[in-house]
């Protein structure tokens, strides 16, 4: 067995129970089937997790983050404040479509979270992280626009996420790409009226 640091054993962890998630399901995703599926001892899981759950949010965490392209990098046309709004939820959105199978494990993993005893925390944490990760795009997007919001960022970012959860769960579902994209377009025309220009 090649030798890797403990970081990239985790890594390779959660991309096997990613792969396993979506070939079987997360409640067939046991700890037996991860490391099979990534070719390693039960003991590296244990060296890496101190819990299945530890685990569940490393893969949540992983998805969300891949789905989330930078600021910077998404918008290499139109610089203007709407432009930056537009291309950066479009770069988004190109994520999700380039990757149902794993947006489907992250509602699957709510609702797994949600039933199981015990394990109740995993939905709510994976929820503080999108926020998190929301409020943090939706500042990156400000500095790169030059603009500053005049809601609340919090705000900004629940609303977001519920709009971009429920856009998404639509999508998973009927697949409609021009009716996905015009609903981002006016989310992106809303949040450009709910600007000022930078202080």
Known sequence: MTRLSADMRREQLVDAAIRVMIRDGVGKATTRA??????????????????????????????MQRALPPTTTATPDDRSPRGIIRGTLH???????????????TY?????????????EVAR??????????????????????????????????????????????????RDDVQASAALDEYAAYLSSVTAPGV
């Not at 039960?42 to 992983?62: D, M, N, P, Q, T």
């Not at 926020?131 to 900004?156: C, K, M, N």
């Open 125 to 174: 944490r994976q929820y503080q992280h999108y926020l998190t990760l929301y409020s943090d795009h939706l500042e990156a997007i400000a500095q790169v626009a030059g603009i500053r919001w005049t809601v609340p960022v919090p705000v900004l970012a629940r609303y977001g996420l519920g709009l971009m959860d429920g856009l998404t769960l639509n999508w998973l579902i009927d």
């Open 108 to 120: 699957e993993l709510t609702q797994y979270a949600l039933r199981q005893p015990g394990l109740a």
């Open 91 to 105: 770069a988004y959105w190109d994520q999700v479509r380039a990757r149902p199978d794993e947006q489907m494990v």
């Open 34 to 63: 991860i490391v099979a599926e990534a070719g390693v001892p039960l003991g590296v899981f244990h060296y890496c997790f101190r819990s299945k759950e530890e685990l569940l949010h490393a893969v949540i965490e992983g998805i």
